[in-house]
């Protein structure tokens, strides 16, 4: 008897098997796994008397997964969930939880979903794969593909955290630059042909993402909390964590799930918010930076499964703007030693805006789900670090480092920036016009994303023209005009 099979969310078709394709055959629309029931009902009774494994593979009959001796595995899943006491004090509440992803093997809950989406490509003898990411999910292909020993090729658009491009340098993946997230999406289906494509709406990936919510409910002694919360960018994890509450409970795992799902967006982008709150649907654009980038998504693709799981569930979203999710990153850190990146933290802004606004009671049992590590956005970790009294400190080991490591690409363009404010394209030109430099203009664009996070050029608008993509004007900072100084005119 077949374990599992596939059933398109949009024409309802169902399939035995799926090889190369992420979405329907028929009808271009997302696949997800469904599984016979009689099937795993004897394995729920294993899974509540005897431990299959560890981490998300303790759930292997759960998963759509041909052949466990060729599973490819860094450990992910197993994080902790803690009850957190003065959390829950500053919110005036009695049991507040954080699931902390940050502890999975590159830093971020993606490893869930990567882990089972290369076993799929290793169960199909692919050689290599590609992927278009905005940050945390490139980081896990990479790792992935590394420990698998495939060849990987990611696409990334301009603006991206970079602690998640250094990893995805480190693990060896070949990074190319796109316009956008949709435009980096459109280069790596053009490689589909050749390599093995995968994505964060792929239903193997979507399949181990749902393992979060089995673990918080094995945690919990078999039940669910009384709220969840999850950041909300393509809506895949919010989806697929109600997705696996209702495959427990439809196996007896769980006696009920009554849980509200609760997605958190930033504020400006933030379209399944805005279909949930029936003010229609917010404008499809695409984020002017970075803060928070991983859920200002401008067309999520899970976007009508979030809406159905929130919905489902009695749940709701919420909205928060940058200074609330930075002023989450501070106060989680500080009280509960847990530093996030500022998508993850976002669960903690949420709950404190529902909170104020008595959206959530004072006795409902609260997870948040912390979906990726601080260390993964330099940028905003740095701005955090400079509000502290040994910030002139950090700045000098910052000024002493920087210098000697800047490379004579990176000073040729913090002397571009100084003579006036420019865009990506006249800095290019610039370098070849009157520095004699041959570069690649995505290779310039990744040294300005690379000396933002120095802290050394800062984004001052964008200008449109003639209905091409938008215009990033940059300048020099105070700090990168004494840096520019210690080089002297040879740069």
Request: proline fraction near 3%; charge should be neutral.
């Amino acid at each position: 008897m077949q374990r599992f099979f596939f059933k398109c969310t949009d024409c309802k078709s169902y399939f035995r098997s799926v090889n190369k394709t992420i979405s329907c055959p028929r009808c271009g629309g997302h696949l997800l796994t469904s599984y016979n029931h009689e099937v795993l009902h004897s394995s729920a009774k294993r899974l509540m008397s005897k431990p299959i494994g560890r981490g998300i593979w303790r759930y292997l009959d759960f998963l759509p997964v041909y052949d466990a001796s060729r599973i490819v595995s860094l450990g992910e899943g197993d994080t902790f969930l803690h009850r957190c006491s003065r959390l829950a004090e500053a919110f005036n509440m009695k049991e507040i939880y954080i699931k902390d992803e940050t502890t999975n093997a590159t830093g971020s809950f993606m490893d869930r979903g990567t882990s089972v989406a290369v076993t799929h490509s290793v169960e199909v003898n692919a050689h290599s794969v590609c992927g278009a990411a905005t940050g945390n999910f490139g980081a896990s292909l990479a790792a992935y593909a590394a420990k698998a020993g495939l060849d990987c090729t990611i696409f990334i658009p301009r603006y991206i955290d970079l602690g998640k491009l250094y990893q995805m340098i480190a693990y060896g993946a070949e990074v190319e630059l796109a316009e956008n997230y949709e435009d980096a999406a459109k280069k790596a289906y053009g490689l589909s042909d050749h390599t093995h494509l995968t994505s964060t709406f792929d239903p193997f990936f979507l399949e181990g993402e749902k393992t979060t919510g089995y673990e918080i409910c094995e945690q919990l002694g078999w039940k669910t909390p009384d709220r969840i919360v999850v950041p909300m960018g393509d809506g895949s994890h919010i989806s697929m964590i109600w997705k696996g509450l209702k495959e427990f409970a439809s196996v007896g795992l769980l006696s009920s799930i009554n849980v509200k799902m609760t997605g958190v967006q930033l504020e400006g982008y933030a379209p399944i918010a805005t279909v949930l709150s029936a003010k229609g649907n917010a404008p499809l654009t695409e984020p002017e930076r970075a803060f928070a980038g991983d859920i200002a998504i401008a067309k999520p693709a899970l976007a009508s499964s979030a809406v159905q799981a929130v919905k489902e569930s009695c749940g709701e979203a919420v909205t928060v703007s940058d200074k609330e999710i930075f002023e989450a990153m501070e106060l989680l850190a500080k009280t509960e030693g847990i530093f996030a990146e500022p998508a993850a933290a976002s669960t903690v802004a949420g709950v404190k805006k529902l909170r104020d606004s008595g959206r959530i009671s004072r006795d409902e049992s609260t997870v948040c789900v912390i979906t990726g590590s601080g260390l993964k956005d330099p940028v905003t970790a740095r701005k955090m670090v400079r509000k502290n009294r040994l910030g002139n400190m950090v700045r000098r080991v910052e000024d002493r480092s920087t210098t000697p490591l800047l490379g004579s690409t990176k000073a040729k363009i913090l002397s571009t920036c100084s003579e006036q404010e420019s865009y990506g394209y006249n800095i290019w030109k610039t370098l070849e016009e009157h520095f004699s430099l041959s570069v690649k203009i995505p290779t310039v664009y990744q040294h300005l994303a690379e000396l933002e996070a120095m802290g050394l050029v800062e984004r001052i608008g964008a200008q449109q023209v003639m209905g091409k993509p938008a215009r990033y004007y940059y300048r020099l900072t105070q700090r990168g005009e004494k840096v520019l100084e210690t080089l002297g005119p040879s740069s």
